[in-house]
């Protein structure tokens, strides 16, 4: 038995492909170093969509349609406005994404859904992350392109190029990742043929757990607990006695570098002040041979935690938005999964191998011990 699946093939996809040995991603026969020089997130998500790169005119109507849909329903906005005010922001994501889906018909889900709920998710994130500071959601703008409006909602002023293209290849590495537990957990809702709305519920439901995303927000959390740098091999240290996990390290499926990391390494050096990015890589490297001394039979490296938090941290998202961020990425893949599974629908049920006691004779009542 392959416990948690693990190494177990349950479908088949065109979608990306995760070589964990060589350190590779791939969407669609391209490789994740080359989208993040070239494309946007409008390009990835189109890609995961039609299994091809955007023409010119393509992108461009994509990018319309996208801001056409870049409206919430007076029930989501509702729903939003009488959350307490310390929610948790996935759980107002979650909430928002199963208010808009409320009265579905459970139409087969399509690509116009798809479209439509991908350019909603950043609404509900901003809106709430607005309301709860006590200030009014803002319209979007028309102007600006997914990742740029995602910025503007949330602050109110344009973001600059730098943060734009830094937030722009944040969401292309992000938008999908092979059968991970979300986007498994969105496919085994629509083989149901449920509504686009409830897998996308579920999804966000298992993203939020601490063992799939992994909270990148911890990562920050820990730099600010070790400060500088000489601090950083003795509270590490302190914390693998405590069998604490580092976090930012290690990744289930990669024996190599990600390059997902590598990639966020080198933006987080671009886009955030020298000296903190100067802390975060003396403390990566001290945490790398602390882990390495531990387990010289493991091959251990950054995952995309540790650089996704400076990454986002240096274009202004407050740390608790950082998850939520994940899924306004991931809804591209989501989505792309979604479509898949119902073109070719079998509803999941693996089996399971019972270890439980043989077959035994119900005692009358009467018989039972007091």
């Not at 955007?54 to 406005?81: C, E, G, N, S």
Request: aromatic letters at 6%.
């Amino acid at each position: 038995m392959n416990k948690g699946l693990e190494d177990v093939v349950v479908a088949q996809t065109k979608l990306s492909r995760v070589d964990g040995e060589n350190g590779a991603l791939i969407f669609c026969g391209y490789d994740i170093r080359e989208l993040a020089r070239f494309a946007t997130f409008e390009d990835a998500a189109y890609l995961l969509w039609h299994n091809d790169l955007p023409t010119r005119a393509q992108l461009a109507a994509l990018k319309q349609q996208l801001a056409d849909a870049r409206v919430l329903p007076d029930i989501a906005l509702r729903v939003l406005r009488d959350l307490p005010r310390d929610t948790a922001p996935m759980d107002a994501l979650r909430t928002g994404v199963s208010a808009l889906g409320a009265g579905s018909k459970l139409a087969r889900p399509n690509l116009a859904q798809a479209l439509a709920l991908t350019a909603q998710v950043p609404l509900i994130v901003a809106a709430f992350d607005r309301i709860r500071r006590g200030l009014e959601p803002l319209a979007p703008r028309a102007d600006l392109d997914h990742a740029g409006n995602f910025l503007y909602l949330l602050h109110g002023v344009a973001p600059t190029s730098a943060q734009n293209r830094a937030l722009n290849t944040y969401l292309v590495l992000l938008a999908d990742h092979g059968l991970n537990a979300s986007t498994f957990a969105a496919r085994v809702v629509a083989s149901t043929l449920s509504d686009l709305h409830s897998s996308i519920v579920a999804a966000i439901g298992a993203l939020k757990g601490p063992l799939h995303c992994g909270a990148p927000s911890r990562v920050l959390d820990m730099l600010d607990a070790i400060g500088a740098p000489a601090n950083a091999e003795t509270w590490m240290r302190a914390a693998l006695a405590r069998k604490e996990r580092l976090m930012g390290f290690g990744h289930r499926m990669y024996k190599t570098a990600d390059p997902r990391a590598e990639i966020l390494r080198d933006l987080a050096r671009e886009t955030c002040a020298p000296e903190f990015f100067a802390r975060a890589q003396t403390i990566e490297e001290t945490g790398l041979n602390i882990l390495r001394a531990q387990k010289p039979g493991e091959r251990l490296y950054t995952n995309v935690e540790f650089y996704s938090a400076v990454a986002l941290n240096a274009v202004g998202l407050p740390r608790d938005l950082f998850t939520a961020t994940f899924a306004v990425a991931r809804m591209a893949g989501w989505m792309a999964h979604v479509l898949e599974q119902v073109a070719d629908n079998r509803i999941i049920r693996p089996g399971a191998e019972y270890i439980g006691r043989e077959p035994v004779v119900v005692d009358l009542i009467e018989h039972r011990k007091e």
